[in-house]
T-cell receptor
Framework: EDKVVQSPLSLVVHEGDTVTLNCSYE??????LLWYKQEKKAPTFLFML????IEKKSGRLSSILDKKELFSILNITATQTGDSAVYLC?????????????FGQGTILTVHP | EAGVAQSPRYKIIEKRQSVAFWCNPI?????LYWYQQILGQGPKLLIQ????????DSQLPKDRFSAERLKGVDSTLKIQPAKLEDSAVYLC??????????FGSGTQLSVL
């Protein structure tokens, strides 16, 4: 059965710290891996990764995929209180499952001032 | 650009009652999804529509859940009768057929 496992489940840091969130997956067909930020209820899109070793970057956030070792990391540098949220990773299997995302359980990040 | 609209925001019902949720996707988005997110878990896909046709409903509990997307735009998700384990946030999402999904703010359902 396809699955996505995120770690840690929760993380508490102070403003200015750097955090690394992990996502490992076991899937039969892999097309892409996505990261979402969920504040309150609506997840918002951060990154989509399809190729190994190519870093995606947006401001203080960056992410990379390792298709050989089947994991991805999300880095947040110089964290701010506004980064407090649940971070979800998900994979897309493609083929007939095109558009269907299978999510991990999420990492709860809390950033204290 | 308006986002995905959902209503109601909150709903509290007793077990065995019926409930319906409504979703209006982003204009022009042909693909619409309903996800269920139980507290402490990631969202789980219930049903995926392409225009008004069902693409994937393999994880929809069809004995109690139903969904429709009339005219390929708005969609409703119904639960009849509700069980305690249906307490969750129900998220609607839409896309242009690409993998990037745009989510609505969800409906939080509490079944007592």
């Amino acid at each position: 059965e396809d699955k996505v496992v995120q770690s840690p489940l929760s993380l508490v840091v102070h403003e200015g710290d750097t955090v690394t969130l992990n996502c490992s997956y076991e899937v039969t067909n892999f097309r892409s891996l996505l990261w979402y930020k969920q504040e309150k209820k609506a997840p918002t899109f951060l990154f989509m990764l399809t190729s190994s070793g190519i870093e995606k970057k947006s401001g203080r956030l960056s992410s990379i995929l390792d298709k050989k070792e089947l994991f991805s990391i999300l880095n947040i540098t110089a964290t701010q209180t506004g980064d407090s949220a649940v971070y979800l990773c998900a994979f897309n299997a493609g083929g007939t499952s095109y558009g269907k995302l299978t999510f991990g359980q999420g990492t709860i990040l809390t950033v204290h001032p | 650009e308006a986002g995905v609209a959902q209503s109601p925001r909150y709903k509290i019902i007793e077990k065995r009652q019926s409930v319906a949720f409504w979703c209006n996707p982003i204009s022009g988005h042909a693909t619409l999804y309903w996800y269920q997110q139980i507290l402490g878990q990631g969202p789980k896909l219930l049903i995926q529509f392409q225009n008004n046709g069902v693409v994937d409903d393999s994880q929809l509990p069809k004995d109690r859940f139903s969904a429709e997307r009339l005219k390929g735009v708005d969609s409703t998700l119904k639960i009849q009768p509700a069980k305690l384990e249906d307490s969750a946030v129900y998220l609607c999402a839409s896309s242009l057929g690409q993998v990037e999904l745009f989510f609505g703010s969800g409906t939080q359902l509490s079944v007592l």
